[in-house]
């Protein structure tokens, strides 16, 4: 099999570290080669943090180039736009619909620019918006839009549900596993 | 059984397997979780020392008695060690020990992009250079066996990439390794001249026979896929490289970085028509095959910046390239910030609003340097903020005090006491503010000396920082809470103004620290708020402005009750 590419873009803080550890935990359980590279130290500080994921027969590279990711994951629209020169042509990417106004716009020497999930479907790129926060919010925690992604994530891939949540359970501490379960259950069904 | 694992996970667990004993590191970016995973095991003794110095010298102690031993760091940190490593290339060892050393090309979270290499062989101290999980664990018993063999410490040369990428890694049993004999040795341990000689005798013929054996092992090895074109490359290149170039040319990969082999490559050249070295940053293995008269192709397409990729090789060496799409749209940059809540903040808005000069150092404090607060004007090395400020008051000595220097409490441990030492046996009119946020941040919360707790989370004794300055020799120490600005302002501009050397302990623990409760967050109210946007100078993420309005995004506000200071109109509650 040839080797898929899937990005997670967030602002520092949102979770993509559990995010990409989840996907990464699936996907060698299924019995993929896997390699997921994160971002540690600096660039957490609510920066703009990428992680990527790839899996395959054997994979060489951490790293995802210009135009090579299947899908992107993202967790805010303006990374979702940031990253979209990774996007093969004619990939998808999952997006929250949240929008998180980086230090520049707070400061008011740039705009945050509007109808960007617009722009990007013009692009090109096939577009799935889900208002994580609200969802995450739902499960009981605004913190857990990442794991309402993943729920997406896993309804579009074609794994069996225990690999999930067998995933969640070695991956979230016990006394969020609850909020988490049902977070990813909405997000599968958003 | 195979499992997925960070580079530094598997490293810690190549640790374990090894049977490794004693383990003393400094956090330091990326290569930190190497020695936080070491210290989840029970057999294994692991500890942070207050900087890689005393780290490195800790391993090597415990391995001339007889342990396997271990220091981890990050590249800049092995300038810190470096005296105790080009004589502990001398001394040789008694127990197996290795040095983790973790490079960061493309300074993902660094101050610098040197090359560690430079240091294996001026130090002429082995390097291995792993390229994913699996080889960071093999790579690194196997750094045990040669360390033991060739009497010498072993470097495992990392990378951003390889720590901090997960891939699959085959789990094993640990090797029970019993403690060696001690045997007092005076001539292989004491360095002073007379035996100091015979063991650089020692060390040169030990190289030629590590070339010998770079020559022939495992880890060094031929890929012939019958192509014109051969690849001589190492470490996270190498996977790269694969990934662009496939089986469509030769490798030579090379897992010992330092000592290299000399017939190996010359055999391996003569095979090709065209010979590339691909590696990241300096020519270091470029220079070494050129300098065997061995011609190759290396940074006349490559860069010495940054990292590489597999689409820049595939790009420099076929000239292929990707289709990709871009947006027709100015995206906004987003650089990291300080948190919602972080006790620097108010500090560094009170040190922005008097115009002070500020030394800085190495922790998330250097984001003050950034807008809106801008209020740093140097960042050198760990401790670099004190020592500097000496100086450059020693230099302007007569004219206005208006200077600073900033240092927060891990860093101060690490290297910045030594240069307030100097502040007051050599009286400079010097003031040090320590930000004393009882953790070591930016590295991900760990403990240091002054914290009261050690790696493993247990209690141990906790330097006090007011009683230190003043056995140091500094009269006059006050402390400060930085949620109180005004109060801040006051003392800075108090102490700033006075001839002789301050300390102003500005004291807050980080709020991401899980035991500091928050205050409920605040609210604008909006027929209050004029847009006036005078809030939004000191740079909280949780607040922005909206149709002329102010907001507070209630997820990320710890209600630490700055932006409350800061409005005039009483619009924040």
Redesign the interface.
């Known amino acids: 099999m040839q080797t898929k590419s899937i990005m997670i873009v967030g ?3 949102q979770g993509s570290l559990l995010a990409s ?1 989840l996907l ?2 699936v996907l ?1 359980s299924r019995g993929y ?16 943090v990428v992680t990527y994921v790839k899996y395959g027969d054997k ?5 995802i ?4 990711a299947d899908v992107i994951i993202s967790f805010e629209e ?2 979702a ?2 990253w ?6 004619g990939g998808t990417i999952i997006t929250s619909t949240q929008q ?14 509007d109808k ?1 999930i617009e ?2 479907e013009n ?3 096939k577009v799935i918006a889900v208002d994580a926060l609200s969802l995450a919010q739902k499960a009981g925690n ?2 857990a839009s990442n794991v309402v992604l993943m729920g997406k994530v896993a309804s579009l891939l074609d794994f069996d549900e225990s690999c999930w949540q067998n995933a969640l359970k070695k991956l979230v501490p016990p006394k969020f596993l609850e909020v988490n379960k049902i977070a990813f259950e909405l997000g599968k069904n958003a | 059984m ?3 694992m ?1 580079g530094n996970k598997a490293f810690a667990r190549g640790l374990y397997e090894a049977g490794c004993k004693v383990v003393s590191s400094y956090p330091g ?2 290569s ?2 190497i020695t936080e995973e070491a210290a989840k095991y029970d057999e294994i003794y692991a500890e942070w020392a207050p900087n890689e110095k005393v780290a490195m010298e800790v391993a090597l102690g415990a391995s001339m008695a007889g342990a396997r031993s271990f220091c981890g760091m990050k590249h800049v940190g092995l300038n810190v060690a470096a005296d105790p490593l080009y004589t502990a290339s001398y001394t040789g060892v008694n127990g197996g020990m290795v040095i983790a050393v973790a490079d960061d090309p493309g300074m ?2 660094s101050q610098n992009e040197q090359d560690s290499r430079h240091h294996a062989e001026a130090s002429k101290v082995m390097m291995l250079e792993p390229s ?1 999980s699996d080889e960071c664990k093999r790579y690194t018993k196997l750094a045990f066996e040669l360390s033991e063999r060739f009497d010498t410490p072993v470097i495992v040369r990392m990378s951003t ?1 390889v720590s ?5 890694v085959e789990l094993k049993e640990r090797d029970e390794i019993s403690l060696k004999d001690y045997e007092k040795n005076p001539s292989k341990y004491v360095m002073m001249p007379a035996y100091a000689r015979g063991r650089h005798v020692f060390v040169e013929q030990r190289t030629l026979d590590e070339i010998e054996y770079a020559e022939s092992c495992d880890i060094n090895t031929v890929e012939d896929n019958g192509a014109d074109i051969g690849v001589i490359t190492s470490g996270i290149s190498y ?2 490289s ?3 170039l496939g089986d469509r040319v030769n490798y030579l990969k090379l897992g010992i970085v330092y000592p290299l082999p000399k017939k190996l490559i010359e055999d391996f050249c003569k095979k090709c028509k065209k010979v590339y070295v691909i590696e990241e940053l300096d020519p270091f293995i470029e220079n070494h095959c050129k300098a065997l008269g061995v011609e190759v192709i290396g940074k006349e397409i490559f860069s010495m910046l940054g990292e590489y ?3 820049l090789i595939a790009e420099r060496v076929f000239g292929e390239k ?6 027709d ?11 919602a809540g972080c006790p620097h903040r108010g500090l560094f808005y009170c040190l922005s609003k008097l115009g002070l000069t500020v030394s800085g150092d190495i922790g ?1 404090y250097t ?1 003050g340097a ?3 607060l801008t209020a740093m004007d140097s960042t050198i090395c760990m401790g670099a903020s004190i020592s500097a400020l000496h100086g450059f008051n020693k230099a302007r000595e007569g004219a206005d005090k208006k200077s600073v220097a900033v240092i927060g409490d891990s860093t101060f441990m690490h290297s910045g006491m030594t240069g307030l030492v100097n502040i007051a046996y050599n009286a400079s009119n010097s003031l040090v503010i320590i930000l004393d946020n009882s953790i070591t941040g ?3 919360h760990q403990q240091n000396p002054t914290t009261g707790k050690n790696l493993k989370g247990d209690p141990a004794a906790a330097v006090n920082l007011e009683e230190l300055c003043k056995a140091i020799g500094i009269k006059n120490v006050s402390v400060v809470d930085p949620y109180h600005m005004s109060e801040c302002e006051k003392v800075i501009k108090e102490k700033v103004a006075l001839d002789e050397p301050c300390v102003i302990i500005s004291r807050r623990p980080c709020a991401l620290l899980k035991y500091v409760k928050h205050n409920p967050p605040l609210n604008v109210e909006s027929d209050k708020c004029v847009g006036c ?1 005078q809030c ?1 100078k000191i ?3 949780a ?3 909206h149709d002329k309005k102010c907001e507070i ?1 209630s ?1 990320q506000c710890v209600g630490c009750g700055i932006c409350k200071e800061m409005c005039r109109l009483g619009a924040i509650r």
């Open positions: 602002v520092g803080g550890r990464g935990s060698i080669d896997v390699k997921v590279s994160e971002v540690h130290g600096m660039s957490q500080r609510g920066g703009s994979v060489y590279s951490p790293v180039e210009k135009g090579e303006l990374e736009a940031r979209i020169s990774h996007l093969k042509p998180i106004d980086p230090m520049p716009v707070i400061s008011g020497v740039a705009e945050y620019p960007l722009k990007i692009a090109g790129a605004a913190k | 195979k499992e997925l960070l970016t990326p930190t979780e993902h979270s994913d990439r901090h990428s997960q891939s699959a996977v790269y694969k990934e662009a990729s597999q689409s990707k289709d990709y799409t871009e947006l749209e100015q995206i906004p940059v987003r650089p990291p910030v300080m948190c998330c984001l950034a807008a809106p930016m590295t991900g946007k939004l740079g909280c993420p607040i922005s402005i995004d997820t």
